[in-house]
């Protein structure tokens, strides 16, 4: 990966970024944000009122684009700064999975001295959540703004007029399907029991572990476990489901605008999508008069959802000052009075105990129940490996998934292709 940091700083034309000025005892640190328009001003007004409570700071609050460009520019940035050109963010929004890699080449600043300066107690943070943020023993961010995948959103109203059983394990969702399923005379499907999204690792990720498949073997995970009857079950499952046209595994350019509007028209009765949208189809549903279901997925050889959404991380190269600041601000926003915005401007996930057991929470619970289905299960959320091959291996699963649940190509040689595409590129690591 150090080879990669100096390429980068040969191929990337990094704009110096202004020092940060220290004018009249005000420390100037960056935070660099990944949300899309519609949550940006909720995360915004939350660091405006940290600076309101700090006089002493001054937060520059810059959009970076999606998490994959902001961690290229975070890269080009960090090669940058090591010689001497231009400068680095205090804080960014960092997804799990890139932890390694940044903890490996130094990237990222390990907050355990700030932890232990301050006294704070990160075993509130749930399990799953915080493990995703760790590396060789060491705390590297806090889990902030935290999705469920893939969250199980189903047509309440729908499911009671016709008396379809809701499902707990994927061993009963077979009858689920079938009732939930309409054809129109021709055998054409005109509702689906349920669409599932195909296009990204971090939902089929955890549906796969559901039915038993290792991603890995060993712990450096060079050691692949897909070549197995678990990878073979899923898949055989999922194809034979679509060729009935019980499902539709949405894939390609679209897919998830497709799917959420498929559900919002009543043209499927579930999807599988992230909690992040609980408000867009809970408010949607209420205009249409329906109720929306959400639950944890049905359960398999393992009961697990995928780790979503992202932390927050200090940057190595920041100076001692705009760190300390820097954890100051990632404290803040994972509280529970800034947890509790980011969860009703956004529909992510509570991160801690406190925040869970809060007042606060409890009437934000009384006006949406069906959240407790995900609430009572944040200790069963997993991250995807964090291995630094894991985005080109997730994007080899996902296209081969697609050939034989959509395009129904034969189960056995493009599951071996795939374990043969996975093994080169473990190989080239």
């Not at 520059?60 to 960090?78: D, P, R, W």
Request: with cysteine.
């Amino acid at each position: 990966m150090k080879k990669l940091l100096a390429l980068l700083l040969a191929l990337i034309l990094v704009s110096a970024l202004a020092p940060a000025a220290m004018a009249d005892d005000v420390v100037e640190i960056e935070f660099w944000c990944s949300w899309e328009d519609a949550w940006r001003s909720a995360l915004e007004e939350l660091v405006h009122q940290f600076e309101a409570d700090n006089p002493g700071v001054k937060v520059n609050f810059v959009y970076a684009g999606s998490y994959n460009e902001s961690n290229q520019k975070l890269l080009a940035a960090h090669a940058a700064a090591l010689q001497g050109a231009g400068t680095v963010p205090t804080v960014q929004q960092t997804v799990g999975t890139n932890i390694m890699t940044f903890a490996e080449n130094e990237v990222i600043y390990p907050l355990d001295e700030y932890i232990a300066a301050n006294g704070d107690d990160i075993s509130v943070f749930a399990e799953g959540m915080l493990a995703a943020y760790q590396y060789g023993g060491k705390q590297y961010g806090l889990p902030g703004c935290i999705s469920l995948v893939p969250t199980w959103f189903y047509n309440k109203t729908i499911m009671a007029e016709e008396g379809i059983e809701l499902p707990t394990t994927w061993e009963e969702f077979d009858a689920f399907l079938r009732k939930a399923t309409k054809k129109d005379e021709a055998g054409n499907t005109i509702r689906y029991g349920a669409e599932f999204s195909g296009w990204g690792i971090d939902y089929v990720n955890p549906m796969m572990r559901q039915f038993g498949v290792e991603f890995f073997l060993d712990d450096a995970m060079t050691e692949s476990g897909f070549d197995s009857e678990a990878t073979r079950a899923f898949a055989n499952q999922f194809q034979a489901w679509s060729k009935e046209g019980l499902i539709k595994w949405c894939y390609g350019s679209g897919a998830s605008g497709n799917m959420r509007q498929a559900f919002l028209d009543g043209n499927t009765v579930a999807v599988f999508h992230t909690c992040a949208l609980y408000d867009l189809y809970n408010s949607n549903f209420k205009e249409k008069g329906w109720e929306l279901g959400v639950n944890f997925p049905p359960a398999g050889v393992n009961s697990i959802a995928g780790l979503g959404g992202s932390g927050f991380t200090l940057m190595a190269q920041a100076s001692p000052e705009q760190r300390e600041y820097g954890y100051k601000l990632i404290r803040f926003l994972t509280d529970t009075a800034c947890n509790m915005i980011i969860i009703q401007n956004t529909g992510y996930l509570p991160v801690t105990t406190t925040c869970v057991n809060s007042p606060e929470c409890a009437v934000w619970l009384e006006g949406n129940p069906e959240l407790i289905h995900l609430y009572e299960h944040l200790d069963e959320l997993a991250a995807s490996p964090s291995s630094p091959a894991w985005s080109d291996i997730g994007t080899k699963i996902v296209d081969n998934l697609a050939r034989i649940i959509v395009d129904g190509e034969d189960v056995e040689a493009t599951v071996q292709f795939m374990c043969d595409e996975i093994a080169e590129i473990l190989e080239d690591m």
